[in-house]
């Protein structure tokens, strides 16, 4: 049986990780979004110098570890003379990270709409900017619906990289209430419920987005 006495004397520090990592992963999957939609219309734009750019960003990004990223950010930068906190250096680590899978998420959507859409918008007199905002990515990102919310769910579990940076997290809680307590099997089972608190709700929602989309052709 789990000791829920733990639960309840480490409340606090429990609901402050939750918060942090809840935060943390909010802002991430915002900005890893905005991050590779650009990087998803620099890889397929009609100027080489552009897709050469991202292309290198997105396969460099997927290929080494999140937390060499994070380090960089939080170990690398104050060399520089950049000084950030774990709750910056996490987010902006989850974000660079991320928006590079979620760019390959889009430039695929991007590349399964019918290439007479993009022409007819030029047709129209929009520039190609324009018909990509306006008519070739909100095709594209209903098309990946699922693929995204894979990556957004994957992002809010890489949070607890966060941890290995005194970020303040569920995770990093979770490592001092072990610790205090000498418990490690219950209260990383009450780390994962809280998780759980995240992903779930995030799930059902992407599931009844997608399903909405559907509907609505």
Do not use: C, W
């Amino acid at each position: 049986m789990l000791d829920f006495s733990i639960l309840s004397n480490y409340k606090q520090e429990f609901l402050s990780g939750f918060a942090i990592t809840l935060e943390v992963s909010l802002m991430a999957l915002v900005g890893s979004f905005i991050l590779g939609a650009i990087l998803a219309v620099m890889r397929l734009a009609p100027f080489k110098p552009l897709n050469v750019l991202s292309r290198i960003y997105v396969e460099f990004i997927r290929n080494t570890p999140i937390l060499i990223q994070v380090f960089f950010f939080y170990f690398g930068l104050p060399a520089l003379g950049i000084q950030l906190t774990p709750f910056v250096s996490g987010t902006l680590g989850l974000t660079v990270y991320t928006g590079a899978f979620i760019a390959e998420v889009i430039r695929a959507g991007i590349q399964s709409v019918p290439q007479g859409q993009m022409e007819a918008g030029r047709a129209s007199g929009l520039t190609y900017m324009q018909t990509m905002r306006y008519i070739i990515l909100p095709q594209a990102v209903k098309i990946v619906i699922p693929a995204l919310g894979n990556q957004f769910l994957n992002l809010v579990k890489n949070s607890a990289v966060l941890a290995v940076i005194s970020g303040g997290d569920l995770m990093y809680q979770g490592d001092i209430v072990s610790s205090n307590t000498f418990v490690v099997f219950d209260v990383y089972i009450f780390v994962a419920m809280f998780y759980l608190l995240i992903t779930i709700p995030l799930s059902i929602f992407v599931n009844l987005l997608e399903h909405r989309l559907a509907k609505t052709g």
